[in-house]
Structure formats: structure tokens, C-alpha cells
């Protein structure tokens, strides 16, 4: 698994004596690794050498049956999302589950559960959504409306899904306020939140039930927050990671990222 040579531009020299101790809760150096990996190095190019990725990455995008990509991620996101599995989460033993908050058309869920059955047997993909749009919204910060994104087809969805032997892949259909309280007690510890919701009141409540489960030093990764069109997202962020739990980012590009307390 460590046949990855990241290599970055010579002006990042400094990383190479930084201590690789966790900093204010966050590991500062691997947060470093991948951010500048994808910006100033190679990271990119390692990915779609990975046959693994190459794979989920296919699936991801391939189209569905609306026409559309299954998945509306950025590719920088999920090469993110692939390196956190594959260089930080597949050395632990039995880390947990992964959980995601807002599946749509399902595409990085299949991505993550698709990388998930080779770097972390064992590990669960739990993805969470109405998969009929957006309910109620917060007029004073969202740009997002009751019913925005579409209706999906979760039949077809799960159909597709065992087609493609990902016997790790559970969707969960409903308001997260009315299925993350009994869901995650039953799922148990989470290794990685993947939180694209997009808008203040899914990003508050999905971050508060999740945080109990977390395991040490678990992944929370929120696609939306730097985005121009999900100020909620960041907002919530602020309030209750940033104020309220005194958390910092372990990165802030090409999506946030924070480690559990
Ligand atoms: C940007 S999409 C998710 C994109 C997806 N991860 C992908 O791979 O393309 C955001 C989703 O969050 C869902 N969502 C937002 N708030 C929700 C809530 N309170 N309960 C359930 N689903 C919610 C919406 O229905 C929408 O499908």
C-alpha cells in the first residue's frame, strides 16, 4: 500500500522537517501531503495510475439513468476521499464504518464503497438521503429550496449497486432527522463522515448525531463548505466545529477536512 511516492514541488521543501505529530487535534503534515500532493504534485496522476481508482472513479461517473453522472463530486474531491482511505484509513485495523450525509444519484457512495472492498474490508458505506430533493430549507442563508436536486430512482439504485457486488453499500431513504438517530446506533463507530448536504440545518443535525460515533481521530469531510452556493454549509461549519468545538482544519482544499477530537 505504500508504493505511493508523492513528490512536490521543491518550494514545499519545509515539509521535510516537519514534525509529524498531531497539531491542535489535526494532523498538519498528512493534511499538507494531500492538499499540496493535489496542487503542486503528483497525487493526481498516482490516482489514475491506481487501478482501484480508476474503477470507482468510472462507476462514479458513469451515467444515470436520468443521463446525468451518477455523482456530482468534484474529481479533486474524490481523489481526496480515495488518498484519506487508501494512505491514512486502510493501516488501521478495523477502523469503522463510513457514513454518508446526502447520496443523490448515489455516485460517491458507490466510489467510496467500490475503494472500501479492497483497502478496508470489513468497513461498511452507509449513505443517507430523502432521494426526493431537499426538505425545508433556511431561507435566511441557503440558496437551495424544499424539493432542489431530483427524485431518484432508489429501486434502480440498489439495483445497480448489487449488480455490482457492493454487498457494502447500504442506502438509507428518508429526512436524516427522522433515520440518522436509530441508523448510526446501529452502525456503531464511523470512521469517515462524508457530509454533502448542502445547506445549514442537514450539515448542523448530520455533524450532532455523527459525532458521538466517531472513533479517534475519524475523518469528517465536508464537500460543500467552500463552495459559492452553500454559505449555510460554512456557516454551520463555523459555528459548531470551528466556535463551538474549537476544532481546526486539517485541510482546506480541495474540501474540508477535520479529525475528531
Ligand atoms: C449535493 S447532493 C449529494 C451529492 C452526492 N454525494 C453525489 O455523489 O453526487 C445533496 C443531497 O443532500 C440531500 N439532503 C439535504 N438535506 C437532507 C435532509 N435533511 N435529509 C435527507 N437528505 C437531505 C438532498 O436530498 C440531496 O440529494
Known amino acids: 500500500m505504500d508504493d505511493w511516492h508523492i513528490q512536490l514541488k521543491p518550494f514545499l521543501g519545509g515539509l521535510g522537517d516537519m514534525p509529524q505529530e498531531p497539531r491542535k487535534g489535526r494532523d498538519v503534515y498528512n493534511g499538507y501531503i494531500r492538499g499540496c500532493g493535489l496542487k503542486y504534485g503528483n497525487l493526481k496522476d498516482l490516482c489514475f495510475a491506481d487501478p ?24 479533486l474531491n474524490l481523489i481526496n476521499i480515495f488518498t484519506i482511505l487508501r494512505l491514512n484509513l486502510a493501516p488501521r485495523q478495523s477502523p469503522g ?4 450525509f446526502g447520496a443523490l444519484r448515489g455516485g460517491s457512495a458507490i466510489f467510496m464503497a467500490f475503494a472500501a472492498k479492497t483497502l478496508l474490508p470489513g468497513t461498511q458505506v452507509i449513505s443517507f438521503d430523502t432521494f426526493a430533493g431537499f426538505p425545508e430549507t433556511n431561507a435566511e442563508i441557503d440558496v437551495y429550496r424544499e424539493g432542489s ?13 448489487a449488480s455490482l457486488g457492493l454487498n457494502n453499500l447500504t442506502f438509507i431513504e428518508g429526512r436524516f432527522e427522522d433515520t440518522l438517530p436509530g441508523a448510526l446506533k446501529e452502525i456503531g463507530r464511523v470512521c469517515l463522515a462524508h457530509i454533502d448536504c448542502d445547506v445549514y440545518d442537514a450539515v448542523v443535525y448530520s455533524y450532532e448525531q455523527v459525532k458521538p460515533y466517531l472513533g479517534e481521530g475519524a475523518y469528517l469531510i465536508f464537500d460543500d463548505p467552500l463552495v459559492p452556493s452553500c454559505i449555510g454549509a460554512f456557516e454551520a461549519v463555523e459555528e459548531y466545529l470551528i466556535r463551538r468545538d474549537g476544532l481546526h482544519a486539517e485541510q482546506v482544499f480541495p474540501h474540508m477536512v477535520f479529525r475528531s477530537p
Request: no cysteine; hydrophobic share 35%; aromatic share 8%.
Open 52 to 75: 482501484v481508482f480508476t474503477e470507482a472513479y468510472e462507476l462514479a461517473t458513469a451515467p444515470s439513468p436520468n443521463g446525468k453522472p451518477r455523482t456530482v463530486v468534484s474529481p
Open 97 to 100: 464504518h463510513i457514513v454518508e
Open 149 to 161: 436536486f431530483e427524485k431518484v430512482d432508489l429501486d434502480e439504485l440498489r439495483g445497480h449497486t
